[in-house]
């Protein structure tokens, strides 16, 4: 037996290309992502993507379309990142945040309720990072003595980005966890998705589906100009586009054409996270598109042996 396993990558705003190259796979298959995959997996924005497209409604069924978290990001993007000149230039370098919490918090309120991990639709698997114990956490949704956290708070812990967001406080376990965005460890969670899934499905081959939010070709190399806190902001992004190449390679190796990945350069768009121009969010949407187009092979060769 094959099982389905889907990942998707961090990239706060970016998260609406993903949204879109899902939605193109969900319009072709004509089945919900939740139907498709056994397992799913996201980091930050990605945590958010994968856990509202298996969110179940009041009936059993997704509540929430590709496009839905396609519109998402359209009406929510410049809410959840909006602040005061003032906080963002001033007092992040004090509090260590140039977002209010309360926004994202709002936002992800309003999505997934107080709806838990245990009642997704597939399993779901979202990376966090604990930096109260020095280590990477998991929010695993068929875990007995997990599966009971809300998704928001998993999912606000998961995208909680330092420097962007303040971390999430959650005691789990009997341990107080100060949990921040887990694209400082695993940017592209596809290995993380893959030894869940050889846990999970011992017996069963493995297809694994890895979506991109899009390269960054901006280089650091004037860095003698930044300054000690100029540095923080280009070694986070380092930080997180680090792992993409590493997990490729040894994803390439480990499981060959079964592992399928989707992600290109970006051309038009900023590869900012928290870049919410209403221009640079129509460029994300052009990139998606292209992304889809310049993959169409691989698109229709994955949807046909889904179908």
Known sequence: MVKYILSVDGGGIRGIIPAIILAEIEQ????????IFDLVTG?????????????????????????????????????????S?????????????????KNIEFVLDKYFGEDILKNTLSKVL?????????????????????????????????TAAPTYFI????????????????????????ACAYASGKRLFP??????????TGRRDRSIANSRRFGKIGWIKPLLNVMFASSLDAV????????????????SQLKVASTEMDNITLKNIKSLQQEAKAMVEGNQKVIDKFCDIVS
């Open 167 to 190: 971390p999430k406080h959650l005691k789990i376990d009997q341990i107080d966890r100060v949990l921040v965005d887990g694209g400082v460890f695993a940017n592209n969670p596809a």
């Open 43 to 83: 980091t930050s924005t990605g945590g958010i993507v994968v856990a509202g497209l298996c969110k179940k409604d009041e009936q059993g069924n997704p509540q929430y379309s590709a496009n839905d978290l396609v519109e998402l990001y359209q009406k929510y993007g410049a809410y959840i990142f909006k602040s």
């Open 126 to 158: 979202i990376t966090s990072y604990d930096i109260n114990n020095n280590y990477p956490f998991f929010f695993k949704s068929w875990r007995e003595d997990r599966n009971f956290i809300r998704l928001k708070d998993a999912l606000r812990a998961a």
């Open 85 to 101: 000149f003032l906080r963002r230039s001033i007092f992040s370098w004090l509090n260590c945040a140039q977002y209010p919490h």
């Open 203 to 212: 017996n069963d081959d493995i297809v694994l589906l890895s979506i991109g």
């Open 248 to 263: 490729n390679y040894q994803l390439n190796q480990v499981i060959d054409d079964k592992y399928i990945r989707i992600q």
């Open 28 to 35: 072709r298959t004509r089945k919900p992502i939740a139907e």
